[in-house]
């Protein structure tokens, strides 16, 4: 099983990205996907998951309202739509993926990671 991230940069306050998951050898449309986000110095947290059984999804307090999370179980893709980006969103994203969406966090599968700079 193999998770990439795709579609970091660096880009100005109030900018939109778009972050990618591709996942390779994964049961994609039986798996819940999310997003994770570690800042220099800091723990990693959560920031959105999508279900696999319908598709419902859940935010973080600190992006909800900017960031959309989505699927696509034919092209075996999660992604992170991020809208009105701010400076403390910098960080490095991680996706995983796990079969319970309350176990994500838990996830054997990681991506390596796309890194996010959002300049003021």
């Known amino acids: 099983v193999r998770l990439v991230e795709i579609g970091g940069g660096t880009v100005q306050a109030g900018d939109s990205l778009r972050l990618s998951c591709v996942a390779y050898?994964?049961?994609?449309?039986?798996?819940?996907m999310g997003w994770f986000r570690q800042a220099p110095g800091k723990e990693r947290e959560f920031v959105a998951a999508i279900d696999w059984a319908d598709a419902s999804t859940s935010y973080s307090d600190s992006v909800k309202g900017r960031f959309t999370i989505s699927r696509d179980n034919d092209k075996n893709t999660a992604d992170l739509e991020m809208t009105n980006l701010k400076p403390e969103d910098t960080a490095v994203y991680y996706c995983a993926g796990h079969k319970a969406v309350d176990k994500i966090a838990q996830s054997r599968y990681w991506g390596q990671g796309t890194q996010v700079t959002v300049s003021s």
């Open positions: 050898e994964l049961t994609f449309k039986y798996y819940a």
